[in-house]
Nanobody, 116 residues
Framework: QVQLVESGGGLVQPGGSLRLSCAAS????????MSWYRQAPGKERELVAD????????NYADSVKGRFTISRDNYKNTVYLQMNSLQPEDTAVYYC?????????WGQGTQVTVSS
């Protein structure tokens, strides 16, 4: 069974940091590009960051550029999102996504809340 399991979310104060992880299983992880998306209340899901199957060409939304870093470990079948200098506007459910040609898989999401 294909699984993408996010972890690492939680409540953090403005200016704080969190590191999200997404553990993949049931497919050839190293063949898939990986992405992090988020969805805030009342908003559509938006792309936060993505990375190629080999771990190159990271790409970021303008709103998180310079604060977030996406990375992956193809030996551990895990993709990460390091989030620094978090702001209340970053509050959302964060999802990881795997894609390869016509196939696309989603995790269940992890809640990130930035509040004082």
């Amino acid at each position: 069974q294909v699984q993408l399991v996010e972890s690492g979310g939680g409540l953090v104060q403005p200016g704080g940091s969190l590191r999200l992880s997404c553990a993949a299983s049931g497919f050839t992880f190293s063949s898939y590009a990986m992405s992090w998306y988020r969805q805030a209340p009342g908003k559509e899901r938006e792309l936060v960051a993505d990375i190629t199957s080999a771990g190159g060409s990271p790409n970021y939304a303008d709103s998180v550029k310079g604060r977030f870093t996406i990375s992956r470990d193809n030996y551990k079948n895990t993709v990460y999102l390091q989030m620094n200098s978090l702001q209340p506007e970053d509050t959302a459910v964060y999802y990881c996504n795997a894609r390869h040609f016509s196939r696309s898989y989603w995790g269940q999401g992890t809640q990130v809340t930035v509040s004082s």
